[in-house]
């Protein structure tokens, strides 16, 4: 897999961009893999997205699912599912950063 500047390269020498547009390029892709820290930040409510949690001895492991402003009683919770009617709390994953899957 290519690095994000060896793929900002091989763009730049098939479009012939400027150094500013090369830049831009990189800033971009790394804007799009960055991780949130939930102490930083919360998601929007209900909205899906990647989350990067450890749990157990396990660190910086990624599922898919959404942030609940409240759930079956619970407050500001991180849900592992599909949506709201299959999903679970799994209280032994401790989710740590998130990101958007879709980026609009």
Known sequence: ???IK??????ANQ????RSEFAAF???VEFAQHWISVDDKLPADRK???????ELNEKDNISTGFFSV???GYKNIFLFGRNDKECT????RKVTHWRYIDLK
């Open 89 to 92: 709390n799994m209280p032994f």
């Open 15 to 18: 479009e012939r961009i400027t």
């Open 48 to 54: 899906r997205v990647l989350m990067r949690y450890d």
């Open 70 to 72: 409240e759930w079956a």
């Open 26 to 28: 990189i800033d971009g």
């Open 6 to 11: 060896q793929a900002a390269e091989e763009y």
């Open 1 to 3: 897999m290519k690095t």
